[in-house]
C-alpha cells in the first residue's frame, strides 16, 4: 500500500507520536519534520495538518519554538522537545508500540485469551 491510500483516520491517529518521535532526534522546522514524515512512508503531510498540532504540543508544554535565520531567505520557525516533551514522546512511542501489537494480533486472527469483550 502507498502513503496515498493510507485513511487519513489512521494518520491523524498516529501523527503525533511520529513527530514527537523526530523531534527527538533534535529540533527541526516543519517543512523539514513533512520530509521526514513523507521518507518514512506516511506520504505527505499538509502544514495545515501539521502546524495546529505542533502548536498543540507547544500549548502542552511539550514541545518550545525558537525562530532562526534563514540561509538566504526568511527566518524559519524551529520546533524542538522540552524536556516534559522528550518523557511525553518516549512514553507515546511505548504506548503506541503496545497498541499496534493488539492490533496486529486482532487483525492477524489471533486472539486474546483473558480480555474482557
Known amino acids: 500500500m502507498n502513503a496515498e491510500q493510507w485513511p487519513s483516520e489512521w494518520l491523524r491517529g498516529v501523527l ?3 513527530v514527537l518521535r523526530i523531534l527527538l532526534d533534535g529540533p527541526s522546522y516543519g517543512y523539514a519534520i513533512t520530509q521526514r514524515l513523507d521518507e518514512a512512508g506516511l506520504g505527505t503531510v499538509k502544514g495545515g495538518t501539521l502546524y495546529p498540532l505542533l502548536g498543540r504540543l507547544e500549548e ?4 518550545k519554538v525558537e525562530w532562526r535565520p534563514g540561509d538566504g531567505g526568511p527566518g524559519r520557525k524551529y520546533f524542538a522537545l522540552t524536556e516534559q516533551g ?6 507515546q512511542a511505548a504506548r503506541w508500540a503496545d497498541f499496534t501489537t493488539i492490533t496486529r494480533a486482532l487483525t492477524d486472527g ?7 469483550s
Open 60 to 63: 502542552a508544554g511539550h514541545v
Open 86 to 91: 522528550r518523557h511525553e514522546a518516549q512514553g
Open 110 to 116: 489471533a486472539t486474546t485469551a483473558g480480555r474482557a
Open 16 to 18: 503525533g507520536v511520529c
